[in-house]
Structures are given as structure tokens and as C-alpha cells.
């Protein structure tokens, strides 16, 4: 089991940054691999970035890519996602979520699951 908080989310001009952390607490940080979805109101969940066990492999919404950086620090069971360059359509429920390598895009198959940060980005 573990267990994932997100926190960092708020209210942002356009052209903002923000950075969003999440914070992982139960088993073994490093046997899992991260990853940051958000959800808009009316839209499906969609895949932002995520993180291998060890930080080294790094995905990223084609999107979004340039603008969003995810990276962790296993010392402290952390993930944070770096946005930079925020856009009204950035506005969403960012989740953060754990699951057992390999890598996946796909939201179904994360195992674990915090409640969500909301990020409004205004023009």
C-alpha cells in the first residue's frame, strides 16, 4: 500500500509557474513508478508526465512537453511537477500516482492514487 498527498495547487496568471509536489508515504518509494495526471471539468483524465523508480526515465504528454518538468527525490519520497509557461486550458485536478514498473500513460493501470490538487490558470 502506499500512500500519495498532493499539494501546491492554486490560482495562477497565464505565463505563470507553479510547481506541485507529491508526497508518497507506506512501502518502498523507490519500487515505484510516478506519475502526474490532471482532469478538467467535462473532460477524461489525461496523462501529464511520469517518472521511473530512479528518476533517470522521464515521460511527458507530447502537449506538454517543454513547459512541464517532473523529476523526485527518493531521500524524501517526493515527486514534484514544475510548470512553467501555464495556459487557461492548464486549468484542471492534477493527480499524482504510484504503480509497479513498467512504465504506462494509462491511467487505469496506476495502483495508487491521491486525492488531487486543483490548478486554475486565469487569462
Known amino acids: 500500500q502506499v500512500h500519495v498527498v498532493e499539494s501546491g495547487g492554486g490560482l495562477v496568471q497565464a505565463g505563470g509557474s507553479l510547481r506541485l509536489s507529491c508526497a508518497a508515504s507506506?512501502?518502498?518509494?523507490?519500487?515505484?513508478?510516478m506519475g502526474w495526471f490532471r482532469q478538467a471539468p467535462g473532460k477524461e483524465r489525461e496523462f501529464v508526465a511520469s517518472?521511473?523508480?530512479?528518476?533517470?526515465?522521464?515521460y511527458y504528454s507530447d502537449s506538454l512537453k517543454g513547459r512541464f518538468t517532473i523529476s523526485r527525490d527518493n531521500a524524501k519520497n517526493t515527486v514534484t511537477l514544475q510548470m512553467n509557461s501555464l495556459k487557461p486550458e492548464d486549468t484542471a485536478v492534477y493527480y499524482c500516482?504510484?504503480?509497479?514498473?513498467?512504465?504506462?500513460?494509462?491511467?487505469?493501470?496506476?495502483?495508487?492514487w491521491g486525492r488531487g490538487t486543483q490548478v486554475t490558470v486565469s487569462s
Open positions: 500516482a504510484a504503480k509497479i514498473p513498467p512504465p504506462s500513460r494509462i491511467s487505469s493501470v496506476y495502483d495508487y
Open positions: 507506506g512501502r518502498t518509494f523507490i519500487d515505484y513508478y
Open positions: 517518472i521511473g523508480s530512479r528518476g533517470t526515465s522521464t
